[in-house]
């Protein structure tokens, strides 16, 4: 298992700019999860550590050795594909033994490890069926016996789970992690789905258009993200954003969004409003993060630390078992998204009071879309 | 009540539907039944008056047909058939793949110059061809139609072959790819045997094609290499036409034809509908 190192990637197609200077790395054992929009570059970055399509321009090392003049074939790399890219004439076991075939492993020896992985993957039943009748969730784990089989340097995840139905994509989500965590595979996974890669992946590089947004374990994404697209990719429902104008007047600084004014005490906001090279901002706020409780409560009130109440009605709820998500509509008719613990008592109508702590709000520039950091964390 | 009445609407359609097929077969088969007892019906009650159903079978026709040497136009058409199919696989395979697969400058126009060359009235490629060949010696030889059927399909399979290709999942490549196989042996043992149902299917119609093929066999070949197509005609002579003759010879041209169709017409339809809706 090797360690992985991306110096100042770039893919063009003709004129097209896939991915952009991006550098990353992956140290062994570590599974490192690529998050994007569709287009947005993680599939090609995953084809040229491959070795499938070229790199237009950088680096890629395994233990700091180049392998970018390498054939696929060199590289001892190993790969799951998303529509499993199981060879259609042969048997589930001769899949999974055809990378021991290539390379002239003894019988007895490929023998013993084939069944290993069978076992391993509970394929018994389907051992010597042809695998294109299989279901998804087995045809997967085949692919994943077909990519475990030989030791390699690095296992390559492409969208693994997106063809499988909900219960199966479940169960085959924590056996990958159970493997690769066993194993201790150093291994890249590519996805679009955040809830699959913030369950697998021990860091999370999030891309957009090409470029690398932000790199972190799942919890830094979540709580300190480093822009508006990460702010508003990552978490389910999304953050709600609201771009204000800012007044400092003396010791206070107030908020101004459609009619709402939102009154901090200047040592509370100071330093992220010193960041800020206009009187535009945008602020974030967590669905989960939004306190919301019944009631009538006329205007807002704020003291330092805690912040306005705001008097809105409920506009429309989605149960989700444990907790409900709240679209909540103030007077002035801005939208909050709010998620509560349910099931809740709140009806379509239903007046109520929201209320944020100071420390939960993320600021931004809206004019770069980057952080200016949260009150609460460390900025 | 009602649930009878729609069953028994649906026994009339179904009635009704199978009388309409039934009748449709007739019609298209009874040239073909009609063409097989006029192979074994002698001359003088060919076309009596009314029709004589009852008759002893005779074999003059079949005698006349091996006097005249028809089997070796048989064995021609069959050989010709055969080779410039094979030629046309072998050729045409790798192409389509690389077609399907491969970017390169320029590529869609050599594409369409491919297709181009099946675009054209074959009257308009055989006079040309006529020239060529008559330079170059390969008028009327074995090798000179084999060439000449070879290029006019190798557009066709190329066409059709090409989006099979394309249904080939590039995965499984770049699966095969990452064990260390080159192209060639991805080609060979991957892409190869999963192509198998569409290389048969588009071959067969290039053997249809090559099969019946009357105008370059006419204008290229016709006296040393005479396929069957060419042949047929000869008997219609001065002293009048040898039908029964014409019935045993027609016969053994359709066999291959409905043969071929009969079992491959799942594959061929595919074949075509594939090249039709993705080409």
Redesign the interface.
Known sequence: MATVDFNRIWKRYGDVEAVKDVSLNCPQGEMLALLGPSGCGKSSILKMVAGVEEISEGEITFDAKPVSHLPPGARNIAMVFEDYALYPHMTAAENIAFPLKVRGVPRREAAKRIDGLIDMLSLDDVRDQRVSGLSGGAQQRISIGRALVRDPELVLFDEPLSHLDGDQKVQLRSEIKRLQQTANLTSILVTHDQSEAIAMADRVAVMNNGVLQQVGSPHDLYETPANLFVANFIGEPPMNLYEVTVHQTGNRIILRHDGLAIDFAADVLGRFVSGLGSDAATIGIRPEDVRVSAGHGQTYATDGDAAATIPARVDYIEPRGDSDVLTLKTDSGAIVVAEVDGPSEYVIGSPTEISVSVGKVHFFSTETGNALGRRGGDA | MQRTLTARDAFRRKTLWTALVVAAAAFILFPVIWMIGMMVKPTDIMFARPTEWLFVPTLEHFNYVFEQKFHHYLLTSVLLGLISTLLVVIIGTPAAYSFARFEMRGKDDLFLFVLASRMAPPVCLVIPYYLIFARIDLLDTFIGLTLAYMTFNLSFYIWVLRSFCRDL?A??E??A?????SRVQIFRR?VL??LRNGIVATSVLCFIFAWNEFLFAFMLGGKAVKTLPVAIPTLITTQGVRWGEMAVVGMVALAPVLIAVFFLQRHIVRGLTMGAVKG
């Open positions: 999942p995965e499984l770049d699966a790819r990452l064990e260390g196989w991957i045997p999963l």
